[in-house]
């Protein structure tokens, strides 16, 4: 079964790095979509960053470029966002998404399998 398993979330002070993981099983994860979405306390879900299956090419949204990498690891089937120059409004749960048939994209619907979620609280 296609599991997703978040972790590397905790409390930062602005300007503070994190670096997400998302360790992926069941799946082949060399030729699947993934991305990072993240979800504050009364907003939708928007999607961070991800890397499409056709080419890995990496995408990000415009309130992270500059700031946040993505990566993979197929070796270890995990994928990473590496979080740096962190501000408040950078405060969710933040998801991993995978869809093994899907070229991948920024919006929700274009994934089927979705990680629990780790909290990222950036505060002084």
């Known amino acids: 079964q296609v599991q997703l398993v978040e972790s590397g979330g905790g409390l930062v002070q602005p300007g503070g790095s994190l670096r997400l993981s998302c360790a992926a099983s069941g799946f082949n994860f060399q030729y699947a979509a993934v991305g990072w979405f993240r979800q504050a306390p009364g907003k939708e879900r928007e999607g961070v960053s991800y890397i499409s299956a056709s080419d890995g090419t990496t995408h990000y949204a415009d309130f992270v470029r500059g700031r946040f990498t993505i990566s993979k690891d197929n070796a270890k089937n995990t994928v990473y966002l590496q979080m740096n120059s962190l501000k408040p409004e950078d405060t969710a749960v933040y998801y991993c998404?995978?869809?093994?048939?899907?070229?991948?994209?920024?919006?929700?619907?274009?994934?089927?399998?979705w990680g629990q979620g780790t909290q990222v609280t950036v505060s002084s």
């Open positions: 998404a995978t869809d093994p048939d899907s070229e991948g994209g920024m919006g929700t619907y274009e994934y089927d399998y």
